[in-house]
């Protein structure tokens, strides 16, 4: 026999603020590491760029 369960005792998890903590933090770090390959770009890679092209 089945046990029916209401849909709110149902879920999996609560709702947390440790989720949205996690996302944001997870968004910033990516942001960090897009930011610091862009800026090598710039600083390492471009001259080489340069001075090929002349």
């Known amino acids: ?3 029916e369960v209401p849909q709110k005792k149902a879920k999996q ?3 947390s603020s440790r989720v ?3 996302l944001g933090a ?6 960090v590491v897009w ?3 862009e ?3 710039d600083i ?3 001259p080489e760029m340069e001075q090929s092209a002349s």
């Open 1 to 3: 026999m089945t046990e």
């Open 13 to 15: 998890g609560e709702n």
């Open 20 to 22: 949205l903590i996690v």
């Open 26 to 31: 997870s968004l910033v770090a990516a942001l």
């Open 35 to 37: 930011g610091a390959s």
């Open 39 to 41: 800026l090598y770009f």
């Open 44 to 46: 390492a890679l471009e």
